[in-house]
């Protein structure tokens, strides 16, 4: 049974830092490209970051390059995402997700996690 769980949100200030985890069980790293997406209340969920299996290139939202960034431990199978100088409108609940296709676009990935809330707030 594949899972995904995320876990290391909660309430920081704006210029703050935040490193989420996604621990992953039932398939390996190896085998499945993961995203991360974040949602707030009335938009679409939408694409953050994600790093491919195959070759292990990563890719980001233009909101978010350069402040964020996103590693895997194949060894623990996890997958990670450090956010730096986190801004009011990073606020969103954040999850992970496991696919075949290496893009930023929720509908390409098969199985997700419960999600992590982050909150940016002085």
């Known amino acids: 049974q594949l899972q995904l769980v995320e876990s290391g949100g909660g309430l920081v200030q704006p210029g703050g830092s935040l490193r989420l985890s996604c621990v992953v069980s039932?398939?390996?790293?190896?085998?499945?490209?993961i995203g991360w997406f974040r949602q707030t209340p009335g938009k679409e969920r939408e694409g953050v970051s994600c790093?491919?299996?195959?070759?292990?290139?990563?890719y980001y939202s233009v909101f978010v390059k350069d402040r964020f960034t996103m590693s895997r431990d194949n060894a623990k199978n996890t997958v990670y995402l450090q956010m730096n100088n986190l801004k009011p409108e990073d606020t969103a609940v954040y999850y992970c997700?496991?696919?075949?296709?290496?893009?930023?676009?929720?509908?390409?990935?098969?199985?997700w996690g419960q999600g992590t809330p982050v909150t940016v707030s002085s």
């Open positions: 790093i491919s299996s195959t070759d292990g290139s990563i």
């Open positions: 039932g398939f390996n790293l190896d085998n499945y490209d």
């Open positions: 997700a496991a696919g075949h296709l290496a893009l930023l676009v929720p509908y390409t990935y098969d199985f």
